[in-house]
């Protein structure tokens, strides 16, 4: 597992690296952080309730033999989850840029809570 750690941290600092390059490297207060935290959040949020809402089609499909709208949905659903991950990646980047805004050097480490 240490190496899918290693690959979620590798896709996070890729993402600060973007957000870097496109914006300021740091953020000038804690306001605009959380401006920026939130839209990312609510970006996040709105992809999960879609990945909710294809689930539920879904089940519908498969209780109704659907097939062909069974693959179509789990497409649409795979599309929705990644979205969400990218969206989390980057919630965790803006967490990263906030410590490197304010001079907290320590990086992200991806661990197991369990």
């Known amino acids: 597992m240490t190496g899918n750690y290693k690959k979620l941290t590798d896709l996070i600092n890729e993402e600060l690296n973007k957000a870097n390059d496109k914006h300021k490297p740091t953020f000038s207060s804690f306001h605009e952080f959380y401006a920026v935290l939130m839209e990312e959040i609510e970006e996040a949020n ?42 989390l990646i980057q919630v965790i980047a803006m967490t990263e840029k906030l410590k490197q805004s304010f001079e907290q050097p320590e990086k992200v480490e991806v661990k197991k809570d369990y």
């Not at 992809?47 to 069974?70: A, R, S, V």
């Open 46 to 87: 709105d992809d999960f309730k879609n990945i909710t809402n294809l689930n539920i089609d879904l089940w519908h499909y498969i209780k109704n033999d659907t097939e062909g709208k069974i693959f179509q949905v789990n497409n649409e659903l795979a599309i929705q989850a990644a979205n969400c991950i990218h969206e």
